[in-house]
């Protein structure tokens, strides 16, 4: 009875390490918006031009964390940086669907409109996994330029 027990004690111990070990692997909401932030205050002190080149040194860890990476794109939804994939710099995501069809990138823009931060759900590549997952991007408008930084769920 007791082997049993220190078994039934080692297995919990597994699943406790595990999820905790999962869970550190993700960044959180407040850290994702902190992340765009951190952009945005590194922007104003070095300009836009230096913050995108950073962006899209994939080698650069500024404004990477665990799953968590920064775009950046124009008022028209064209990606000026991508801190996760080097083929999205420069395209043109405005017609860009998610895995359900939702035009998220038009969604975002209309949220734009009426706001100039907020949260937006959809579905996407998750860079760390390469499976597509439930995620939500905090956006935050500066100046003309839209700062993005996502969680997946």
């Not at 699943?15 to 922007?43: R, W």
């Not at 990477?64 to 994939?85: E, W």
Request: charged residues 30%; contains cysteine.
């Amino acid at each position: 009875m007791r082997k049993l027990f220190q078994i039934a004690l080692m297995c919990c111990a597994a699943v406790f390490c595990t999820s905790s070990l999962a869970a550190s692997d993700h960044g959180s909401a407040e850290e994702a918006k902190a992340l765009v932030q951190k952009v945005i205050a590194y922007m104003k002190a070095n300009g836009r031009e230096k913050t995108i080149a950073e962006i899209n040194d994939l080698q650069s860890t500024r404004f990477r964390d665990r799953d968590l990476y920064v775009t950046i794109n124009d008022m028209n939804m064209r990606n000026l940086a991508h801190g996760a994939n080097a083929k999205m710099q420069g395209k043109d995501l405005i017609d860009l669907k998610d895995a359900d069809g939702k035009p998220f990138m038009r969604e975002r823009l209309a949220l734009l409109k009426t706001r100039n931060n907020g949260w937006q759900d959809y579905k996407f590549v998750n860079p760390v996994t390469k499976q597509i997952e439930p995620k939500s991007m905090y956006f935050e408008k500066y100046e003309d330029l839209v700062i993005n930084c996502g969680i997946y769920k």
